[in-house]
């Protein structure tokens, strides 16, 4: 039977996974090719999950043994749709699968979002992860107190990166220049602020219990924010363990010697960042005092109570979800930031598919995407079994590389990839980190080069 040749458009765990049960396949056996616009596999594990957490890193090593399986190869530094288009893809393999990620963020919409100081969390991340795209951000961490919008995990990665200490952080493969920024950093409270109360927070448990074992941080909240012991019986076992931790902490009261402070908002939603004239220095913002209303939806909503209430501060991060782009030539839900699909299979298209974040939008965690992916697949293969693309000119394996090397000035294969790891490693022996971040193209080239 003839090898099937499938494209992944992104290399983050949600590419990973697809790749993994494509070349599980036998009837028909499938070669992956996977492509990124970066250097650098594994997406978020790589740019997005906050560098204190190295098990959560440690996923990598599933997608390292997946890459060195006979039959899958990568291409770093190819950006389809500028380098490369969609159609110019599409024709030359049997199904393209993208598998993109949410890769911008969510707008408050709200007056003085863009003033100095503001910053989305999804670049900050970026930036203190080394991605290539955020190196430049340099944000200023000269004030005293940050307020981080949202309750979910990213604004707990945020709130947690701001207050790490100095040895914690030297522990782990944050990019050196942003180990620099925190090691300097005045900030030395954080307040995360939830639009609905404690039950409605997006937080998991591990992230919330975390926080006490971090040195010299004291978390903070008001006791009159916790719901009564008697309804906990009624919430589910994750959202019940959250709600007591943070009784807990309320119960306690903070460590008024803590060098460092988070506190807990509930029940505030972001109707201003304010700062002098139209774009001045961000400090402060203001707050909506919110009630909680059921909707009819079963929805637990937030009401403007009409109470306002200003926090004082001079950095912003709002960590209120990611979006996806649109990649052109593919269709696109403004909407949702998604791509319209059944069950992984783009609508309008024969031969496309969609995994991950961009598919079902970002939410879940990492190993959320493998359930996902596995539908894909699933689809995938049932449709190169109905034989629909035999006969077509699929490029060979040799074709795809010398078409891609005529387009991609700085392409980078597996190896090349293998060599900037190796090094990053190495790189972190000494100072006994998991590795030291390489983060531009120039570097990453020049080592490529020099092996
Ligand atoms: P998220 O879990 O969806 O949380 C977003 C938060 O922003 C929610 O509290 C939401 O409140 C709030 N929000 C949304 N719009 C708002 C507005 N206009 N004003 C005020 N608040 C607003 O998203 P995320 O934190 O970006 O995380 C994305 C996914 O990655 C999640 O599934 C998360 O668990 C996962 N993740 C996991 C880890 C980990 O496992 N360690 C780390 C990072 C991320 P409402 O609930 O009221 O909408």
Redesign the pocket.
């Known amino acids: 039977m003839r090898t099937h040749a499938v494209a992944i458009v992104g290399s983050g765990p949600s590419g990973f996974y697809a790749a993994g049960a494509l070349l599980d396949s036998e009837d028909p056996p499938v070669r992956v090719d996977m492509y990124d616009r970066l250097a650098t596999p594994w997406g978020l594990v790589r740019a997005?999950?906050?560098p204190d957490?190295p098990k959560?890193k440690s996923v990598s090593n599933q997608y390292e043994k997946i890459a060195a399986r006979p039959g899958f190869r990568f291409f770093g530094h190819v950006h389809i749709g500028e380098d490369v288009t969609v159609d110019e893809l599409v024709e030359r393999y049997d199904a393209v699968i993208y598998a993109v990620g949410s890769q911008t963020e969510?707008r408050?919409?709200i007056e003085g979002e863009d003033r100095p100081g503001s910053l989305a969390?999804v670049d900050f991340v970026g930036w203190y992860n080394g991605h290539p795209d955020y190196v430049d951000l340099d944000p200023e961490l000269s004030a005293e107190r940050a307020v981080v919008?949202?309750?979910?995990?990213?604004?707990?990665?945020v709130a947690r990166m701001l207050l790490l200490g100095e040895a914690d952080l030297r522990a782990t493969d944050t990019a050196d220049h942003a180990i620099t920024s925190f090691v300097g950093s005045s900030v030395r409270e954080v307040v995360v602020?939830?639009?609905?109360g404690p039950v409605?927070?997006?937080?998991?448990t591990?992230?919330l219990r975390e926080l006490d074992e971090i040195d010299g941080l004291t978390t903070v909240v008001d006791p009159a924010q916790i719901p009564s012991a008697d309804g906990d019986a009624d919430l589910a076992k994750g959202t019940r363990r959250n709600v007591e931790i943070l009784r807990g902490w309320a119960e306690r009261g903070p460590d008024p010697d803590a060098e460092r402070r988070m506190e807990f908002r509930f029940l505030r939603?972001?109707l201003r960042i304010l700062g002098d004239g139209d774009d001045g220095p961000v400090t402060g913002v203001e707050l909506a005092v919110n009630r909680l209303e059921a909707s009819e939806d079963g929805r637990v909503?937030?009401v403007d109570t009409g109470d306002r209430e200003t926090v004082e501060c001079g950095l912003v991060f709002r960590?209120?979800?990611?979006k996806g782009v649109a990649l052109p030539g593919v269709p696109f839900d403004e909407g949702s930031g998604t791509i319209p699909h059944t069950e992984g299979r783009i609508e309008g298209r024969e031969r496309e598919y969609v995994v991950g974040w961009i598919k079902r939008g970002?939410?879940?965690?990492?190993g959320?995407n493998r359930k996902d992916a596995n539908e894909t697949v699933r689809h995938l293969l049932a449709d190169l079994a109905t034989g629909a693309r035999d006969g077509a000119s699929v490029a060979s394996a040799e074709e795809v590389e010398e078409w891609l090397s005529g387009r991609c000035a700085d392409l980078v294969d597996l190896d090349g990839w293998e060599a900037i790891d190796a090094h990053e490693r190495a790189a972190g022996e000494t100072g006994g980190r998991p590795r030291v971040k390489v983060t531009d193209r120039t570097s990453f080239m020049d080592l490529i080069r020099s092996r």
């Open positions: 997005g999950v906050a957490h959560i969510r408050l919409g969390s919008i949202g309750a979910g995990n990213v604004a707990l990665d602020c939830g639009r609905r409605e927070a997006a937080f998991t591990t992230e939603s972001p909503r937030p960590a209120v979800g990611y970002p939410t879940g965690i990492i959320t």
